[in-house]
């Protein structure tokens, strides 16, 4: 088990391993509370890597962003990158924020494509620029403590009017549009597991918070979804005839 420790401690506190592999104590309830902890953010990771490449693809396949706010998208990538520079400068276990790194890499693409497609490429590679630098910034270390906690608490209303943003262009169109109900329920599911697994290794209240509100708000768009679900079928197939048609 020695040999397998460096592997085993990636998941397992060095008490945990004690308990486990030294006393062999399987029952110990703060040890499974934290590996579970560890099982589950690692796990939220893995699934980050892919979660929004649906919907990429989905704009990229239709070659339109249409139904997508730019707006929505912009807030939701403010609070994704103030979420990870701040947990990024504290220290916090990877396994407690990795997520963001590649949900912000992808929100961004897709900000970028939704100015692209929306008839400005010029702008959509200067705001690929612009926010890699600013997260250069971030977390460099020269950003004070204060101002990422501080961008951190008003993820809690910024992400309230991403998704607000997102619910009411829903309504207005009677349609989800070009969302990915893979991404949308991806993200669901894992805002849920993050309140348990934050609770567990950061402790932190504004971070559990914003998990909290993260979960209603994209609750709010699972269940657009499976309203509007019948309207963009039958949308669709209105539109093949029209194609057979012509």
């Known amino acids: 088990m020695e040999k397998l420790k460096p592997i085993l401690t990636q998941l397992l506190t060095e008490k945990c391993y004690n308990e486990y592999f030294i006393k062999f104590n399987f029952l110990d309830e703060p040890c499974f509370k934290s590996t579970l ?114 961008m951190q608490a008003v993820n809690v209303p910024i992400i309230v009017a991403a998704k607000s943003i997102q619910v009411i262009t829903n309504y207005k169109n009677g349609s989800t549009g070009q969302l990915s109900a893979i991404t949308c329920l991806l993200l669901f599911g894992g805002s849920i597991a993050r309140i348990f697994t934050s609770i567990q290794e950061t402790g932190d209240f504004i971070i559990i918070l914003t998990y909290c509100v993260s979960t209603l708000a994209n609750g709010a768009i699972v269940m657009q979804l499976f309203w509007y679900w019948n309207v963009d079928t039958t949308n669709k197939n209105k539109n093949k005839k029209k194609k057979k048609r012509t």
Request: with cysteine.
């Open 37 to 150: 902890s560890k099982g589950l953010g690692f796990g939220i990771i893995a699934g980050s890597i892919l979660v929004k490449i649906p919907q990429i693809l989905k704009i990229l396949s239709s070659k339109s962003a249409a139904g997508i706010s730019i707006y929505g998208v912009c807030l939701e990538l403010f609070a994704i990158t103030a979420n990870f520079a701040y947990s990024y400068v504290m220290d916090f276990p990877f396994s407690a924020w990795g997520e963001g790194t590649f949900l912000a890499i992808q929100t961004a693409i897709i900000a970028a494509l939704v100015l692209h497609y929306g008839g400005s490429p010029g702008k959509a590679a200067a705001f690929l620029a612009t926010y890699v630098g600013l997260v250069s910034t971030l977390i460099s270390g020269f950003t004070p403590k204060d101002i990422l906690w501080t």
